[in-house]
């Protein structure tokens, strides 16, 4: 079944997160990163750095960060069991660091599909602000399957 | 940490490449801790069999983090101007990593001298699992 093209433009619940040094610790400790600015607040200080520095792809777990983060997919009646993520592209305008809170502003983009439909794609674009300035954009391609 | 020189550039020019330790449970813990994901598929043994799967697998996002440090440690975080991945393949426990990048690209952006980048993250046989492209604005 085709997903309805009406839901291009649907918006998703806004959300707020505070991205935290405990938890980027455990995000620097997991992919590898050895320089302190990531995880440890003393060093981020010495460096000039008002918190331990967001990496560049923790936006997507902030993203995430909310009750039903794929609310939207199920709201066009999909099954997740068929749910791949296909693309995620970031671009980035500010450096956000812990204690900064952060407001995720979401939007269905495109819905198209491939192969006669054995492949459909769901574009959802996120504007991320602080007080209003924005920092970073992310979009999310999510793929079902048939 | 200095930006590279925009001019000393080349296209074809490789990145400084690293190969992660093997992905273990452990690195998939660690992840879904740090990440927030604790989705059953990366881990729990019983219920990935249960959908007929061999085993847990990774975290799509966490080979682009590990392509995100790539970045961060050959150019200064705030250079980054854009950072995108496709994720072509599974990443299974116990594959290495070997994260690489070239640049593809040299060109002018919103008034600012740019390279772009293509990223792979493969496994040690030569399979890509994530490919991504990022433009870096240089001095």
């Not at chain 2, 330790?21 to 994901?37: C, M």
């Not at chain 2, 961060?72 to 950072?83: E, K, M, N």
């Not at chain 2, 290495?96 to 640049?103: D, L, W």
Request: aromatic share 10%; charged share 20%.
């Amino acid at each position: 079944m085709l997903i309805d093209k009406k839901h291009i433009g649907m918006k998703v619940p806004p959300h707020a997160v505070t991205p935290t040094a405990w938890q980027l610790k455990w995000f620097a400790k997991a992919t590898g990163e050895t320089n302190p600015i990531y995880f440890d607040e003393a060093a981020a200080s010495k460096a000039g750095l008002p918190g331990v520095l967001v990496p560049p792809t923790f936006f997507f777990c902030m993203d995430m960060d909310k009750d039903e983060p794929f609310d939207y997919i199920a709201t066009m009646g999909c099954d997740f069991a068929k749910m791949l993520h296909g693309e995620q592209i970031f671009t980035y305008h500010k450096p956000v660091y812990s204690g900064d809170t952060l407001d995720f502003d979401g939007q269905v983009t495109d819905i198209y599909d491939k192969k006669n439909g054995a492949l459909q794609f769901i574009v959802k674009d996120v504007k991320v602000s602080r007080q209003g300035e924005a920092v970073c954009d992310l979009r999310t391609v999510i793929v079902i399957r048939a | 940490m200095t930006i590279p020189n925009f001019e000393a550039l080349n296209v074809g020019d490789e990145i400084p490449s690293f190969t992660t330790e093997p992905v273990s449970r452990l690195t998939l813990a660690l992840y879904a801790t740090g990440s927030g994901d604790h989705h059953p598929l990366h881990l729990d043994q019983d219920y990935v069999r249960s959908k007929g799967m061999k085993d847990v697998f990774a975290h799509g996002m966490l080979g682009m983090a590990y392509l995100g440090r790539l970045l961060t440690q050959w150019v200064p975080q705030g250079a980054i101007r854009s950072f995108g991945v496709r994720f072509t393949a599974i990443t299974w426990i116990g594959e290495s990593m070997v994260c690489t990048g070239k640049v593809v690209e040299k060109l002018e952006q919103n008034g600012e001298k740019c390279v772009r980048l293509e990223l792979t993250c493969a496994n040690e046989q030569g399979e890509a699992k994530h490919k991504a492209d990022a433009v870096v604005a240089l001095a």
